[in-house]
């Protein structure tokens, strides 16, 4: 799962930094995640793995690493991490 998050993350992400190869836990905003290319993430994770982030969820430590994200989608698409 995380490769597909990873993936989504350089093709949407817009970072300065290749987040293929960084920190599972690093942060993603230090390394250039912005906030309105985070909604550009969510919205690709939305249709690769077929879910709806609630409300909840729509915040900025969701996204702030790939952990972070890993943790969300796996809770809801129901797969284990």
């Given at each position: 799962m995380q490769s597909r998050i990873r993936?989504?993350?350089a093709s949407h992400g817009k970072m300065a930094t290749d987040p293929t190869s960084v920190?599972?836990?690093?942060d993603l905003y230090e390394l250039g995640l912005t906030s309105h290319a985070s909604v550009?993430?969510?919205l690709a994770l939305e249709d690769e793995f077929?879910?709806?982030?609630?409300?909840?969820d729509l915040k900025k430590a969701t996204f702030s690493s790939v952990d972070n994200i890993e943790a969300?989608?796996?809770r809801?698409?129901?797969e284990s991490v």
């Open positions: 993936e989504i993350l920190e599972s836990s690093a550009n993430v969510m077929d879910i709806e982030f609630p409300d909840e969300v989608v796996s809801l698409s129901g």
